[in-house]
């Protein structure tokens, strides 16, 4: 769990891609789309707009070959508008242990500056420290 965060906390598209299968499949929202140029292309144009991202997960639930997860991660706009985003994912692997399909829910509200949680030097991995979901009591 903590791998995919610290992955996904780098902002690098091409280190987070390694965990899927070339043809893996994602649901983000609304969007469908299949592959790993697909998911670069998508991670690309996400943190072009999603400034200064920092997230947190948190597992959910596992069995042999399936993992849910729920996150809150946090971002700004160009204007400097505040979000915090909840969600939930479901993951599905393979035998080699690579996720072949990715469905998010995700929802998002504006915060104020003031309201943010998550603080630590960003691109880069949450601290050892610093709590996480349940720990915070979220």
């Known amino acids: 769990m903590r791998a995919a965060e610290n992955a996904w906390n780098s902002r690098r598209p091409e280190q987070v891609v390694l965990a ?9 929202r609304s969007e469908f789309f299949q592959g790993h140029e697909a998911i670069v292309t998508f991670l690309q144009r996400k943190w072009q707009r999603e400034l200064d991202y920092r997230l947190c997960k948190e597992l959910w639930g ?37 996720m072949v399909r990715r469905e998010a829910s995700i929802n998002e509200i504006p915060i104020e500056e003031s309201e943010r949680r998550f603080r630590w030097p960003a691109p880069g991995p949450r601290p050892e420290n610093h709590p996480g979901l349940n720990r915070n009591g979220l």
């Open 62 to 98: 596992f069995d042999e070959a399936k993992i849910g997860v729920r996150f809150q991660y946090e971002w700004h706009d160009r204007s400097d508008q505040w979000y915090r985003a909840y969600g939930n994912e479901m993951w599905a692997f393979d035998e080699r242990g690579l």
């Open 20 to 28: 899927y299968s070339e043809d893996a499949r994602w649901r983000n």
